[in-house]
């Protein structure tokens, strides 16, 4: 049974920084791509990033380039999202999803967590 487990969500005020984490178990991890999407209440899901399986390859939907950081530890089955220089807008429920394995589309993903929410107070 696959398995994403989010942490790392909280208050923090505009300007602070947050690293969320999602474990992965019950799945092959090393190959398989990973992302961070995001919902605020009655918005469709956002997508935020994505990474590749060795982590070569990342994506980011422009409103976070340059503040948020996608990386993994393949060893840990983990998946981190650095958020900096944080904003209001981006308060919302943070979910981690992730591909099935050997398929790195950014486009496909089967599994998800259950969410974390952050909350940005401005």
């Known amino acids: 049974q696959v398995q994403l487990v989010e942490s790392g969500g909280g208050l923090v005020q505009a300007g602070g920084s947050l690293t969320l984490s999602c474990t992965v178990s019950?799945?092959?991890?090393?190959?398989?791509?990973m992302g961070w999407f995001r919902q605020t209440p009655g918005k469709p899901r956002e997508f935020v990033a994505a990474i590749g399986w060795s982590g070569g390859i990342t994506r980011y939907v422009d409103s976070v380039k340059g503040r948020f950081t996608i990386s993994r530890d393949n060893a840990k089955n983990t998946v981190y999202l650095q958020m900096n220089s944080l904003k209001a807008e981006d308060t919302a429920v943070y979910y981690c999803?992730?591909?099935?394995?050997?398929?790195?589309?950014?486009?496909?993903?089967?599994?998800w967590g259950q969410g974390t929410q952050v909350t940005v107070s401005s």
């Open positions: 999803a992730a591909e099935p394995p050997e398929v790195q589309t950014f486009h496909q993903y089967d599994y």
């Open positions: 019950g799945h092959t991890f090393s190959n398989t791509a």
